[in-house]
């Protein structure tokens, strides 16, 4: 089977699994979420079978767990939080989150906790304003949920990230749950169309691509809880499975490989090779942008011969920032598929992606976290590399 045969069946098949489930949870949804005798409060299940009452369209929450935050401003209802968790008022030379540089006000809060879901519930219990719900993300990072209502008396609501390809109906659900409760359905089914749209734009530029005018490409250095090297890569990596890439390290028999071994890249011999610039944190030898630039072996891949060698925006940052993925792809699309992405311009299309996001609807925003996103790290993203 074609490597992009395979990867038609494979996006297909999530597509079909997403919006089966997706429909499954919109239906539940319906039954699960009703107004309650009290027409100030409504009730939902949540991502652990949990039937949480929580205020009908509360003015008043705070968000746990990694990406918890980046789907209330995807959302357009950040201005309702109380506190932050430490993530959002740290100093940090580097940032890849776009909807906190949308929001500097963020290190402006109070805190109630430290990152990644380990609250404290004194913390919370001080706040003033009291936040009426607490979204929990990966509610078996840090603070158990059950546990957490128990010792604050506030509704805690367990949600599941999901992500773009394998769990897009988990994030629909916790958008649409997310949006239930904030009063903002209508700004949850306008994100699902508007990520179903984008994704279906890639995929229908490139679905029939003649093989032979394919270009093999690969991707190192990609994050995972902090910088990797140049052996660190995805073999289901969104950006280039949207836009049906050739991709040397997709294997269908081993779809969660995050190494691979020296050898197996320079078997694979990409044309194209692109870098998570999130690599360039560790400024040492363990940054596949110098790993390229000094290892023998690497020296001898077709790809850095050529110069064919290309910084990309880093999308695993607090967990995935799925704006900052689907720029990516539009970049991968354009050096791979020049002809079938000739219409679109790169900078104005990752503006709109960010204004719409995270900027909510004011391009100036969007133009200013575009800015800092691109010149975030020691090399430009979205250009040639020096190797």
């Known amino acids: 089977m074609r490597v992009k045969d395979a990867y038609k069946i494979f996006i297909i098949t999530s597509l079909v699994i997403a919006s089966t489930l997706c429909a499954g949870c919109m239906d539940s949804s319906s039954t699960s979420q009703s107004v309650s005798n009290n027409n100030d409060t409504i009730t939902v ?176 250095g990609i994050a995972r809880s902090g910088p990797h090297g140049f052996q660190s890569t995805e073999p289901t990596y969104p950006p280039f499975l949207f836009i049906n890439a050739k991709n040397v390290a997709y294997d269908p028999m081993n779809l969660t490989t995050a190494e691979v071994s020296k050898e197996s890249i ?6 194209i090779i692109f870098v998570d610039l999130s690599t360039t944190q560790s400024e040492d030898k363990s940054s596949a942008l110098y790993q390229l630039q000094n290892d023998v072996s690497y020296r001898k891949l077709t790809a850095v011969q050529t110069g064919e060698v290309y910084g990309v925006l880093p999308y695993n940052w607090y967990t995935q920032n799925y704006g900052s993925v689907l720029a990516d792809a539009y970049f991968a699309g354009k050096l791979l598929y020049p002809e079938s992405f000739e219409d679109v311009d790169l900078e104005d299309k990752t503006i709109e992606i960010y204004t719409f996001l995270v900027g909510r609807g004011d391009e100036e925003v969007g133009r200013q976290v575009y800015e800092k996103m691109i010149n975030a790290f020691s090399v430009p993203a979205f250009t040639k590399l020096d190797v």
Request: hydrophobic share 35%; charged share 30%.
């Open 45 to 220: 299940t949540d991502a652990l079978g949990r039937t949480v009452e929580v205020p009908k369209s509360p003015e008043h929450v705070i968000c746990s767990g990694s990406g918890a935050l980046r789907y209330l401003t995807y959302l357009e209802a950040q201005d309702r939080i109380v506190a932050v968790d430490s993530i959002e008022t740290e100093e940090s030379k580097f940032d890849a989150r776009p909807y906190a540089l949308a929001n500097p006000q963020f290190k402006e809060y109070p805190v109630y906790g430290e990152f990644r879901g380990n609250d404290d519930p004194e913390k919370i219990m001080a706040l003033d304003p009291q936040p009426q719900v607490i979204f929990k993300m990966y509610s078996t990072s840090g603070y158990d949920p059950v546990e957490l209502q128990k010792k604050t008396g506030i509704p805690v609501i367990a949600l599941n990230y999901g992500d773009m390809v394998n769990n897009r109906a988990d994030m629909y659900n916790s958008l649409r749950i997310m949006g239930e409760v904030m009063g903002k359905e209508d700004r949850a089914e306008e994100l699902i169309a508007f990520f179903d749209s984008t994704i279906a734009d890639l995929n229908e530029r490139t679905a029939d691509v003649p093989e032979e005018e394919e270009t093999t490409c690969y991707v190192g």
């Open 266 to 271: 320079l078997g694979w011999d990409p044309e």
